[in-house]
């Protein structure tokens, strides 16, 4: 990992000017949103670090959907325990609980991409749990959970696929020194309308977003009260 981050040091500077660029956003919009759960800076700091280190977890448990995309895109479910964060503390919490996601994973598995795919899962979950969390404080109901969600899910959806045409597949057959050829016929060994980067990204990557979106909504509305009261507190 050391290595990697002393070759990609200027990458590893615009990560990290994302991440606080990212973290005024939400600081901004808790400015302008009812005020969230009064909790002490000591309590704020345990549950933000224990649903970072569950998300790590959850982040390395990852799985390929190969009907869907090719195996290099995986599916995990560790904004499960950030969008439980948010939730409850706000939306600061959630995006530096998925900043520490990511240390914690670069710590304990290092980074087979340079980078690159880490700081893909930060900003494409950040447009997945931010809306979400944004719009659940702002109305604070089960139905404006549901509507959070969806917004996040959508969000993620969009982004996740302008992000990757954009730039993420780009960065990658730059970073292994292959053309983009090669990854389009990947996809289009799992379905012959794929031809090109716009097609692929639409077929392959926007449904991945939509179901990882939709699962971990799902489990987000069925777990919330029941792992929020001990992990919380609530019930006091």
């Known amino acids: 990992m050391w290595t990697d981050l002393k070759e990609n040091f200027v990458f590893v500077l615009c ?10 956003v939400s600081k901004i919009a808790e ?13 704020w700091m345990c549950i933000v670090a224990i649903c970072g280190a569950i998300a790590s977890v959850l982040h390395m448990l990852d799985f390929p959907l190969l009907f869907l995309a090719p195996g290099f895109y995986k599916l995990d479910f560790s904004e499960l325990p950030v969008l439980l964060c948010g939730f409850y503390l706000g939306p600061s919490a959630t995006v530096i609980c998925e900043g520490l996601k990511i240390l914690l994973k670069l710590m304990l598995k290092s980074t087979s991409t340079a980078f690159v795919g880490d700081l893909a899962n930060f900003v494409v979950g950040c447009s997945f749990v931010l809306p979400a969390t ?4 702002a109305h604070k109901s089960k139905h404006s959970a549901i509507i959070g969600l969806i917004l996040g899910t959508a ?20 970073l292994y020194g292959m053309p983009l050829d090669p990854i389009i016929a990947m996809g289009a ?14 077929i392959c990557v926007a449904p991945l977003n939509v179901v990882k979106g939709t699962v971990v909504s799902v489990l987000t509305m069925l777990l919330y009260k029941r792992v929020a009261r001990p992990l919380f507190g609530i019930h006091k």
């Open 15 to 24: 990560c990290a000017g994302i991440i606080a660029a990212l973290t005024v």
């Open 31 to 43: 400015h302008f949103l009812p005020a969230t759960r009064r909790t002490s800076k000591t309590r």
């Open 134 to 137: 944004i719009w659940y404080h």
């Open 155 to 174: 969000s993620m959806s969009i982004f996740g696929s302008a992000f990757n045409a954009i730039y993420l597949l780009p960065k990658f057959a730059e």
């Open 189 to 202: 060994e799992i379905n012959g309308s794929i031809h090109n980067v716009s097609t692929f990204v639409m």
